[in-house]
């Protein structure tokens, strides 16, 4: 699913640029942003998905790194597979697609319905 790429944000950047930066510094980039974005869900969700993403890949570094040789060895692997999939999430945002990594992306687009069902429960 495509996002319309025009769409301006709550930051004045339009929403893919907004969307791909979430991922430029990881969680960072990603509480920030949702911080200052409100509205326009195409944002939120690629800024979940990057606080997600990074802090697994951060748990999963900090965890390998106490494991002496097997350790070094899954950090290795996960180097380049961070890195590729860093690449993909940004150019994805970039083009404007809602693309979902496995369980994150479901999980990010939860938090979206929850916040969608809380408000129709607030109006009525």
Avoid: D
């Amino acid at each position: 699913m495509n996002a319309g790429n025009s769409l301006g944000t709550s930051l004045g950047l339009s929403e893919n640029i907004t969307g791909s930066l979430t991922y430029l510094f990881g969680f960072i980039t990603g509480i920030i942003i949702l911080f200052f974005e409100k509205e326009n869900r195409f944002v939120r969700f690629h800024a979940t998905q990057s606080i997600c993403i990074s802090l697994i890949f951060f748990a999963l570094f900090t965890v390998s790194g106490m494991v002496p040789i097997v350790g070094w060895l899954v950090e290795v692997t996960l180097l380049p597979i961070g890195l590729v999939l860093w690449i993909i999430m940004m150019l994805n945002a970039y083009e404007g697609k809602y693309s979902k990594v496995l369980y994150v992306g479901n999980f990010a687009e939860k938090q979206f319905q929850r916040k969608i069902n809380k408000k129709k429960l607030e109006v009525n």
